[in-house]
């Protein structure tokens, strides 16, 4: 059973940051690609962030680039979304996600099989 389990959220103001983590199950974390998507109330989800299963492969959606930067820990089974200058738009449920893709291209996050139960940024 696949287990997502993230922390981090919380209210900030905007120009802020924050940095969520998300623990993952141990056989997850070394063979999955692993992201974070996020979903505002009544907004469609919209990928932030995904990297590849060593970490060498990472991306982050032009609405986020330059001010939010994905990483992982392998030995903490831990991933990351570093979060600065927040904007008001930000305002989201924030989800951590994984799928295992051996060959494949770790893709958008949105798409991914597994996902934890959130946590809540509110940027005001």
């Known amino acids: 059973h696949v287990q997502l389990v993230e922390s981090g959220g919380g209210s900030v103001q905007a120009g802020g940051s924050l940095r969520l983590s998300c623990v993952a199950s141990?056989?997850?974390?070394?063979?999955?690609?692993m992201g974070w998507f996020r979903q505002a109330p009544g907004k469609e989800r919209e990928g932030v962030a995904a990297i590849s299963n060593t970490g060498q492969a990472s991306h982050v959606a032009d609405s986020v680039q330059g001010r939010f930067t994905i990483s992982r820990d392998n030995a903490k089974n831990s991933l990351y979304l570093q979060m600065s200058s927040l904007e008001i738009e930000g305002t989201a449920m924030y989800y951590c996600?994984?799928?295992?893709?051996?060959?494949?291209?770790?893709?958008?996050?949105?798409?991914?099989?597994?996902r934890g139960q959130g946590t809540q940024v509110t940027v005001s």
């Open positions: 996600a994984a799928e295992r893709r051996l060959l494949a291209p770790c893709g958008d996050a949105r798409d991914y099989k597994y």
């Open positions: 141990d056989y997850v974390y070394s063979s999955y690609c």
